[in-house]
DNA sequence: CGGATTGTTGAGGATACTCAAGTTAGGTGG
DNA sequence: CCACCTAACTTGAGTATCCTCAACAATCCG
């Protein structure tokens, strides 16, 4: 399961930039690497929240059941991102499941590490805060679309924001380069998969996006753009 | 605008029971004391964020605006509570605008002082990361009941977090001793006035609640707590 | 090649919104 | 203290949006 890890990958993530080498090799030292085939938790919801994580390389997506087995997607986790770090939210316990939808690489700390790193460490303390600040700011856009914005308006902006956070620049438009089912969608954008397919459909005809089993290709996110912000009629 | 600050008061406020009063001392002396008339805003959304406050007494709410006007309730704000703190989300300016709904008092430091006060303080940091990481679990926990819920559900749960965290316990029921409005209900459930208006009315023919212009009173939590989980068949 | 997962599309209907008209409560000023 | 005015609320009717149900098609994987 552990592997040595590379500090030169690890250099590139924002959340240890600042640190000389000293602390690197410190923090470091009591993380050990995992491997995650695609289909398989990191951890799930309601288990004790006994290691914090780094996703190094991969894709995962963070998930939440509610007591009916209604699921929502909470959002997608990409490489350099922190999660698990429930210590942080003052949880004994994980309040969602992260399950890799590729194969990806993880760096697993002891929860008990945490406060002990946060005290050396007072950058990624900063750092873990603005973490969670900026996944504040992004649940209360998602709480504002799904409170004042009709379906066809959220699925673009659920687009969107996948292409901004996870999407991959190329010349026909942003890929997203990992699995992304219809249902995923729906469950990001509160709707159901069978309204996502319509909608994506009629996208598709209109030459905005160009979709496939779990594939996302978004053609033209400006036209996008305006359809979220309902300054265009919207295609359905 | 500024008065003295009187230091037993302050220390029933969780954020700094564990301070030394030399700590506290240092910490209110950067401090002044505000007082905010009913309907009057502490600050507005998009407004440089250039001081974070503390609640000593009263009450506020904190909206937020879309591009259309269109309005949502983010929270209300209750006596002890850190808000305005846009520097932990590494923004200049406020994104919302909390406005106090009854008189009310605060304390504000200026921004500049954010940093500083953390580094020396770290029972602070930790403090508002997690002030920051239960707001989180607040927005997850009503984007899932926006996503998988019908209204009647919604404003259940809408009503208990009234209760739970600004309500008062009295012979009758919870209390909410303070000016809401339907309207502020429906934007907080994520629907219309009109809509609240039909399911209270129901709820208070039923005897579980007790209405009134900007009146709340909840007489049977219970019952409204089966209503929001699905396990009775709702009234509407 | 066959089974399973994912996605498409249609029809019908329920939920909750919009529009509309009125009522009640509370504050204000004469 | 009463009359008035406004803001908050109530309630009804009609309807749009989007969900549910259903059947089928396509794609992937072993």
């Known amino acids: 399961m552990s592997t040595t890890i590379d500090r030169s990958v690890v250099r ?18 009591q993380a050990a690497s995992r491997r995650h ?5 990191v951890f799930e919801q ?10 190094l390389h991969g894709r995962l997506r963070v998930t939440q059941v509610t007591a009916e087995g209604q699921q929502m997607v909470v959002r997608m986790v990409n490489p350099g991102d922190l999660f698990g770090i429930a210590r942080a939210l003052r949880r004994p316990d994980y309040p969602g499941t992260s399950t890799a939808v590729v194969e990806s690489i993880t760096l697993a700390w002891p929860m008990t590490a945490w406060d002990g790193m946060l005290e050396q460490h007072p950058a990624l303390a900063v750092n873990a805060m603005q973490t969670v600040g900026a996944r504040l700011q992004d649940a209360h856009a998602r709480m504002r679309e799904l409170s004042t914005e009709e379906v066809e308006r959220r699925v673009a902006h659920t687009v969107l ?16 380069d990992f ?4 249902q995923d969608i729906a469950e990001m954008a509160g709707t159901t998969l069978h309204t996502v397919s319509r909608i994506l459909s009629a996208w598709e005809d209109a030459g905005l996006v160009e979709g496939g089993r779990q594939k996302l290709l978004i053609r033209d996110p400006h036209q996008l753009v305006l359809i979220g912000d309902g300054h265009v009629p919207g295609l359905l």
Chains 1, 2 share one sequence.
């Open 46 to 55: 309601g288990q004790s929240a006994d290691h914090f994580f780094v996703l």
């Open 161 to 176: 924001r996948l292409a901004n956070q996870s999407g991959k620049k190329e010349a026909a438009g942003i890929r997203i």
């Open 179 to 182: 699995p992304v089912s219809k």
């Open 12 to 29: 590139t993530i924002p959340l240890f930039e600042r640190m000389t080498d000293a602390e690197l090799d410190d923090v470091l030292s």
């Open 37 to 41: 085939q695609a289909g398989t938790a």
